[in-house]
């Protein structure tokens, strides 16, 4: 969790396409939601290492409902993305 803003991370997505997916899904359910990356991942388009690595962070205060909507979507059989490697967060 980022202490300095109080946001904590729901989803760890392997990507800018997915985390935008991710982003868009929460906000669509009225969950403000904000990107967290290593800008040399976007610059030279890696994703080795975890270097493309993207973190999907809300505030702390709506976490636990994103991470109902992000899990609705598996239960609704519309499994998101990476869905997989994210059920542990």
């Known amino acids: ?3 300095e803003t109080g946001l904590i991370t729901v989803y760890v997505a392997s990507g800018q396409p997915e985390a935008q997916i991710i982003k868009g899904r929460l ?3 009225g969950i403000p939601a904000m990107l967290r990356y290593e800008s040399a991942g976007i610059v030279y ?3 080795i290492d975890g270097l493309g ?3 999907v962070q809300v ?3 709506l976490a636990k409902e994103a991470r109902q909507v992000l899990a609705a979507g598996e239960r ?3 499994k998101l993305p990476g869905q997989a ?3 542990e967060l």
């Open 1 to 3: 969790m980022s202490e």
């Open 59 to 61: 505030p702390s205060i």
């Open 45 to 47: 388009g890696l994703t």
């Open 53 to 55: 690595q993207v973190e």
């Open 76 to 78: 609704d059989n519309t």
């Open 27 to 29: 906000e669509i359910e």
């Open 85 to 87: 490697r994210n059920e």
